[in-house]
């Protein structure tokens, strides 16, 4: 599960980092598969707007961009939220 925490120790600095403390602001604690999930679909959603369908992310999904998010959530935990 991943939760916000209170008082973090900076701001979400990267639009990942940004859609991650939304989601988790808007749903409360979820678990990180979903919470990856959620996000990964965001994001690509916000790619095929901007006309990235054209292009080959318009054919790889939202899968994509699970291992940019991973990483993101492991490098903010203890810092923006917590993972347990």
């Not at 600095?13 to 604690?29: D, Y």
């Not at 959603?45 to 369908?53: N, P, R, T, V």
């Not at 699970?66 to 347990?84: M, P, S, T, Y």
Request: hydrophobic letters at 50%; one cysteine or more.
């Amino acid at each position: 599960m991943v939760r916000l925490i209170d008082s973090p120790h900076r701001l979400p600095a990267t639009p990942i980092e940004q859609r991650l403390a939304s989601a988790l602001k808007e749903a409360g604690p979820l678990p990180v598969a979903l919470l990856v999930k959620r996000v990964a679909v965001e994001l690509y959603s916000d790619e095929l707007c901007k006309g990235a369908a054209v292009l080959d992310i318009g054919l790889l999904g939202d899968h994509i961009f699970n291992r940019d998010i991973i990483r993101e959530l492991d490098a903010g935990n203890g810092i923006l939220w917590a993972i347990k």
